[in-house]
């Protein structure tokens, strides 16, 4: 199983750091963002498990940011931490969308361990997925049939597969997966590979060619 991927949106130098070395101790593969935009292009075009945001960020405020990832459809879990500690500002923040929230300064263990209940719940909720009459897991990267035969995926085929998943109505030109899937591409070939290796394992009905357009979730 590989390490749960973990956002982390902090403008502080020093702070910033500190989380991702925390996160690195105990088995995660953390990824810094300094400032709000940055923050918001990281979620919206990579994978991600959980989400720590700090409120007070440059360029997008930290809920500000998490608004727009959840009417976007971004459904990732997210704990805020911030110095803003009052009763009032706990109910903006859980209201706006975040799973929890942690006011600085923290300890530790109860910071890593509310980790674990956000990757928990969303490991329940948020990591299965339907792909026709098929179940996705996004934790071990397997398309299970209902009759029970299992196809594993690999790490960028379990990507786009999530991507078209997550927007079984929608359909994804070439460049937006280039974008959300392989942002290092330097060609939208790589998407019809991808997309080619999805049907050999799953079926050629899997992912429909929406002519025109691109790609979507198809009927598995």
Known sequence: MSAARVLVVEDDRELGPLLLRLLRSAGYEPELAPDGQAGLHLALTRQYDAMILDRGLPAIEGLDLLGRLRRTGVT????????????????????????????????????????????????????????????????????????????????????????????????????????????????????????HYLRRKLGTAAVATVRGVGYRLGRG
Do not use: C, N, W
Request: hydrophobic share 45%.
């Open 76 to 195: 990732v879990p997210a704990l805020v931490l911030t110095a803003l500690g009052t009763v009032p500002d706990r109910v903006t923040g859980l209201d706006a969308g975040a799973e929890d929230y942690v006011v600085k300064p923290f300890e530790v263990d109860e910071l890593l361990a509310r980790v674990r209940v956000l990757l928990r719940g969303h490991s329940r909720s948020g990591q299965q997925l339907m792909v026709g009459d098929a179940t996705f897991d996004l934790i071990t990267r397997t398309v299970t049939a209902p009759e029970g035969s299992v196809v594993a995926l690999s790490g960028r085929e379990s990507d786009l597969l999530r991507l078209l998943a997550q927007h079984p109505a929608r359909a994804f030109t070439r460049e937006e997966i280039v974008q959300r899937v392989f942002p290092e591409a330097a060609t939208v070939a790589l998407v019809d590979t991808y997309v």
